[in-house]
């Protein structure tokens, strides 16, 4: 079984940045996709971000161009850089991925993490 690890969450004034990772790890053969999402509260899970191979990423609208996602094929991690912080990116993040282990593809997600903006 695959487990994955948050952390880098806390808080920051608005403007401010914060950089979450996720660490997958679990006799791993192969990374699909890794991807964030957030779930603010009262609110349902929402996508934020997502990278696969070849480095292709994809963002949501309301972060384009504030937050960048990487990763680390070598070490089974996804990053989330987040800059330019507003009030309104306050939520739990998780993360989330698709993993080979042995034979076959599973998705995965972490226990999330909280990130609160505000001054």
């Known amino acids: 079984q695959a487990h994955l690890a948050e952390s880098g969450g806390g808080l920051a004034q608005p403007g401010g940045s914060l950089r979450l990772s996720c660490q997958a790890s679990g006799n791993i053969f192969g990374i699909g996709l890794m991807a964030w999402y957030r779930q603010a509260p009262g609110k349902g899970r929402e996508f934020v971000a997502n990278?696969?191979?070849?480095?292709?990423?994809n963002y949501t609208d309301s972060v384009k161009g504030r937050f960048i996602i990487s990763i680390e094929y070598d070490k089974h991690a996804v990053n989330l850089q987040m800059n330019s912080l507003k009030p309104e990116d306050t939520a739990v993040y998780y993360c989330?991925?698709?993993?080979?282990?042995?034979?076959?593809?599973?998705?995965?997600w972490g226990q999330g993490t909280q990130v609160t903006v505000a001054s």
């Open positions: 989330f991925a698709d993993l080979l282990k042995e034979n076959s593809w599973s998705s995965y």
């Open positions: 990278i696969k191979s070849g480095n292709i990423v």
